[in-house]
């Protein structure tokens, strides 16, 4: 099991163009840890924000009647990639991890699956 610490290291070291990762307690919005980000990616701001996502996206399963678990959440810009994915286990109800790759120097497919082991081994 990992701590909040040893997760976001391996995120930013482990994964290849990793800009910024946090680990965020999406009942309030704030971020557990953070480490990368900078002058243009605060990953306090971009916590709360991705807290908004993950409660609309909820709300909107229920409207839907779906009954499947949010697995990740990817968003595509011209430069980067943002993953939102939600901490599985009774230990981490309530959290999700989030991590800003450069789209130019990763992978997507690689950077989801390590992010998935990663966010499977987290213990807060």
């Known amino acids: 099991m990992a701590s909040v610490e040893v997760a976001l290291k ?13 680990v965020v307690d999406y009942t309030s919005g704030m971020a557990l840890g953070t480490l990368g980000g900078g002058r243009d990616l605060d990953l306090t701001v971009a916590a709360a924000g991705n807290t908004d996502v993950i409660r609309a996206k909820v709300r909107t399963m229920e409207h839907l009647g779906l009954e499947s678990q949010i697995e990740d959440i990817l968003i595509t810009l011209e430069g980067q990639y943002h ?4 901490v599985t286990g009774r230990k981490g109800n309530g959290l999700f991890v989030y991590l800003v790759i450069d789209k130019a120097r990763s992978n997507l497919a ?15």
């Open 110 to 124: 690689m950077a989801r699956h390590q992010l998935k082991r990663i966010e499977e081994q987290l213990e807060v």
């Open 83 to 86: 993953l939102i994915r939600l």
């Open 10 to 22: 391996e995120m930013m070291t482990g994964i290849e163009g990793a800009l910024g990762a946090a």
